[in-house]
Structures are given as structure tokens and as C-alpha cells.
């Protein structure tokens, strides 16, 4: 059947909880395990979010029941499978990397010991490191590095949410934290540790006066680890905050090169 059908067939079973449509349910998480559709997916210089995907992939819980699956001598007792082809798809896979069926998987990505979850979208040539996590339905581009520890969050309700987006060439630092939606632009560096929700500030003070984003880190920006002061009853407080320091340029786009002006201001890219 046609993407559209499957759309209006998914939407019917969303709005309808008596008619669960297990085959179109079964069909697009499928098509999303082969990277055919997607949850979302670049629309000019914005994203558009595919929500009846979104929908499938909540339908995919109720229409699977619990199984036991054995690997080695690993046990796992949940309802989704896990991935599997990877020598087919051409995908470096270390154990105990694991991902879920539904998540999509490109040629040329390495997973080290780490985590993709189900409707999540891994572009060619991406690193994948140690210990880190891709939440369900997060989009990361091509040539991405997601360092040791990275948490990227995962967005499945409300259905209309963006997910996280992390763009082409972007280097994300050692233990950052991604969550609630937050677009990473192209090319941009997070350096260890930067915490980032929907509602944390990120301020360029690379210019005359702060300039304050939210939701968004600027294509090829530096950010770090920072706090900006906030008033209690009880006294003045840090809150946490991203602070620009710089954009990558042709000088800085090595990793030694990065590192150092990172550790000009007390933070690196963390391994």
C-alpha cells in the first residue's frame, strides 16, 4: 500500500481504540526500520513532523505482547524486537550495542556500546560512542559524533512534538544532555557536559551584548557549560545556561583545535 494509505489507515486506528490495524501498524514501523519514513525529516530550513509515525509507533506497543529473547547468555523480556542486518546495511555494530527495531540504522554509522531506540533516524558516517543513548524518534544527521555518555532524549508524546535534531556534522561533547525537542544545527560543537532542555538559554556573548536562543543551538556554534544568575526568596542563584563562545571555522575545525579554545574557557570535548 501507498505511504498515504497507510497514513489514513494509521490515523483511523488512532482515533478509533476498538480498531487496532495491526498490519498497518506492523507495515510502518517497517518502513521507519528501513529508513523509508520518517518521524521527521528536513522541510527546507525547518522540520516537519510526521505524526501519524509517531502515532504507529505507540499503536506498536499495544499490538505486541511480551517475549523472551535470548542473546549469548544475555535475557531481555520486552515487547519490541531488536535490530537486526546490520552486516547487510553496512553498519559497524561493537557489542553490546543495542538498538530496537524501528529505529533506522545508516550505512557507514558505528554504534559503540550504546543505545538507539525505536523510530530514531542515524545518519551515514555518525559515531555513535560509548555508553551513549539515542532517544526514541531523534533525528541525528550525517557525520555527527555523539561522544562517550551523550543522552540525546527521546520526544514520543505529544504526538505533534518535534523530536530532538541534531544536524549534519555536529559534535556533541562527552556527557552533554539533549532533551525536550531541542534542534542542534549543523556543524555546531557542544563541549562536555552541556545540558540542554527546551527552556534553557543559549546565549551568544561572542558580540557587544548577549544574544539569547532557545530550543536551538546556531549552525556551527561552540557552546559550553554555563549559568546565569537568577533571584530567589532565598538568595541568587545559578541556573544553568549555554554560552557561545565562538563558531567553527576552517582554523578550528580539528579536534585539537577545538579542544584548545574550548579549554580556554575550563571545558573540552571530553573523549
Known sequence: MSVTE????IERAWDDPDHLDAAAVEETIALLDRGEVRVAEPDGDGWTVNEWAKKAVLLYFRVRGLETTEVGPFEYHDRL???RGYEEAGVRVVPPATARYGAFI????????SYVNIGAWVG????VDTWATVGSCAQIGADVHLSGGVGIGGVLEPVQAR?????????IGSRSIVVEGVRVRE????????????NTPVIDVTGDGPVEHRGEVPAGAIVVAGSRPREFLAGSYGLPAGLIIGYRTEATDSKLELNELLREFGSSLGS
Not at 551515514?124 to 559515531?127: D, I, L, R
Not at 523530536?163 to 559534535?171: C, K, L, Q, R, T
Open 106 to 113: 545508516s550505512r557507514g554509522a558505528v554504534l559503540m556500546p
Open 187 to 198: 556543524r555546531a560543537v557542544l563541549g562536555a557536559g552541556v545540558i540542554l532542555t527546551g
Open 163 to 171: 523530536p530532538v535534531i541534531v544536524e549534519d556534522g555536529a559534535f
Open 124 to 127: 551515514p558516517g555518525t559515531m
Open 6 to 9: 497507510l497514513a489514513e489507515r
Open 81 to 83: 524486537p531488536l535490530k
